[in-house]
C-alpha cells in the first residue's frame, strides 16, 4: 500500500533563515509525489509535484523540494522563510489505480516567528 | 480555466438533522471528484471519490453517502447527523487526460460543519 509519512508535527524557524519540511513515501513502482499548503479555514494550495526528471523541484512562492529516490523522501524546502509561510503543509502521494486518489501525510504545522 | 465551487462556507446543524453539501466544477469535463474531511485541522481522510456519473466509491464506513447526479457535481449527504461529524469538509478534482495520474488535484475552499 502506498502511502507518505511527515516525521514532524510542528516546525519553528525563524523569518530568514532556511526552513525544511520533512516527507518521507512507500510506494511501489515510480512515485507521484505533491506539496499542498493550507492556511486557517481554507482549503489546499497545491504548491509543486515531482513527477519524473530533475530531482530538485521548483514550486511556488519560492519553495522547492528534493527528490531522493535511495531515502524515499520528498523534502520540501525554501531558502528564507517568511512570516506569512505560517501554515499547514501537506505532503501526497498519488494512487495509480482508476480513483487517482491523493494519499496525505499528516501534515507539519510550519511557524515562522519575526 | 477550471474553477470549483463549493458551499456553504459554514454550516451549523443539530444532531439528528440531514445534510446536503454540494461541489460543483466547471471548464472541464469528467473529472474524478472527491470528498476529504478534516478533523481537528490536520489530517485529511478520504471520504468518497467518483469516476464518473453515478459511481460512488466509499472510502471509509461512515454515517455519510455522496452522489454525482451530474457530470461536474457532488453532493455530500446524511439523513441524520452525529456529533462525530463535526469537521472541515473539502471537495476536490482530478482532470481527465493523458497522464492524469501526473496531474495535481484541485481543491474547493472547505465547509465547516458543526454538529450541536
Known amino acids: 500500500a502506498q502511502s507518505v509519512a511527515q516525521p514532524e508535527d510542528q516546525v519553528n524557524v525563524a523569518e530568514g533563515n532556511p526552513l525544511t519540511v520533512k516527507c518521507t513515501y512507500s510506494?511501489?513502482?515510480?512515485?507521484?509525489l505533491f506539496w499542498y499548503v493550507q492556511y486557517p479555514n481554507r482549503g489546499l494550495q497545491f504548491l509543486l509535484k515531482y513527477i519524473t526528471g530533475d530531482n530538485l523541484v521548483k514550486g511556488s512562492y519560492g519553495f522547492e523540494a528534493e527528490f531522493n529516490k535511495s531515502q524515499t523522501s520528498f523534502h520540501l524546502k525554501k531558502p528564507s522563510a517568511l512570516v506569512s509561510d505560517s501554515a499547514l503543509y501537506f505532503c501526497a502521494v498519488r494512487a495509480m489505480d482508476s480513483s487517482y486518489k491523493l494519499i496525505f501525510g499528516s501534515g507539519t504545522r510550519l511557524l515562522v516567528r519575526p | 480555466s477550471q474553477t470549483i465551487h463549493q458551499w456553504p462556507a459554514t454550516l451549523v446543524q443539530p444532531v439528528g438533522s440531514p445534510l446536503s453539501l454540494e461541489c460543483t466544477v466547471e471548464g472541464t469535463s469528467n473529472p474524478n471528484l472527491y470528498w476529504y474531511r478534516q478533523a481537528a485541522g490536520r489530517g485529511l481522510q478520504l471520504l468518497f471519490y467518483?469516476?464518473?456519473?453515478?459511481?460512488i466509491s466509499s472510502e471509509v464506513p461512515q454515517n455519510l453517502s455522496a452522489s454525482r447526479p451530474q457530470d461536474r457535481q457532488f453532493i455530500l449527504s446524511s439523513k441524520k447527523l452525529l456529533l462525530s461529524d463535526s469537521g472541515f469538509y473539502l471537495c476536490?478534482?482530478?482532470?481527465?487526460?493523458?497522464?492524469?495520474?501526473?496531474?495535481?488535484?484541485?481543491f474547493g475552499q472547505g465547509t465547516r460543519l458543526t454538529v450541536v
Open positions: 510506494v511501489s513502482g515510480n512515485p507521484y
Open positions: 476536490a478534482w482530478t482532470p481527465i487526460w493523458e497522464g492524469k495520474g501526473s496531474t495535481e488535484a484541485f
Open positions: 467518483s469516476v464518473g456519473i453515478g459511481q
